[in-house]
């Protein structure tokens, strides 16, 4: 039996897409916001190469990703900030499940850690410093969050007066409500939640550790964070 309603087969392909547990390590991968080759996902995943690159042309051909190319060297990335939305929003669903199990290593441990204190969902900061960030905004009166995440008259101000720039363009909302799989709140994400994880990057408040979603917030950072929005050490731990 068919169903009549025009959008379930569209869902069921969706779904069916995401539905694999070697495609889900790929986008789980790519919510770093960077650009991996296969061999690099295949890794990743634990598989074969040659399997890894049958899941991606699915990924792609769905409008998951985006490919490019670069001579001899195949790149895929997340297809837009919208499919790493559903990406994130699916996560939030199961962590809870997947944190309660033990990890199996050290090494595991550790990285579980430090995904958990600081890290970027696709473009914008996550974790406990996504959150620290995102409360001190708030309870500065620049950001709000009684009917949405919205930024304030000062919240624009701060940011210009901070050298952020913000494209105010584009069908991407200014600041929009990411829920955090790892501390159950949301922190800020949309243009501006990505203009302010870039210039974090960029002025070395933080880095990436290794080559996954992990950052850590560098002595510079702590002071920036620390003057410009009065976020204490102790919320970056």
Wanted: aromatic share 4%; hydrophobic share 45%; glycine share 12%.
């Amino acid at each position: 039996m068919t169903s009549k309603d025009p959008g379930a087969a569209g869902l069921a392909r969706l779904a069916g897409l995401i539905a694999d547990e070697t495609r889900a390590a790929c986008l789980l991968a790519l919510l770093d916001g960077r650009a991996w080759t296969a061999g690099e996902l295949a890794r990743h995943a634990g598989v074969a190469p040659s399997t890894v690159s049958e899941h991606l042309g699915k990924l792609v051909a769905g409008g998951l990703l985006t490919e490019e190319r670069q001579g001899r060297h195949r790149y895929v990335r997340l297809a837009d900030d919208r499919v790493a939305q559903l990406v994130e929003d699916l996560t939030a669903q199961v962590a809870p499940e997947a944190v309660a199990r033990r990890p199996r290593s050290l090494a595991a441990a550790g990285a579980g850690s430090a995904m958990a204190r600081g890290r970027t969902c696709y473009d914008h900061l996550a974790g406990r410093l996504g959150i620290a960030v995102t409360d001190a905004l708030t309870a500065r009166g620049l950001l709000r969050q009684d009917t949405g995440f919205a930024l304030t008259d000062a919240g624009l101000a701060w940011f210009d007066a901070t050298g952020i720039g913000l494209a105010r363009t584009g069908r991407r909302p200014l600041a929009r409500a990411c829920l955090d799989w790892t501390e159950r709140r949301p922190h800020l994400a949309g243009v501006a939640g990505a203009a302010l994880c870039r210039h974090a990057l960029d002025a070395g408040w933080c880095v990436r550790i290794g080559s996954g979603r992990a950052v850590k917030v560098t002595a510079a950072g702590a002071r920036a964070l620390s003057e410009l929005l009065g976020v204490t050490a102790d919320a970056l731990r």
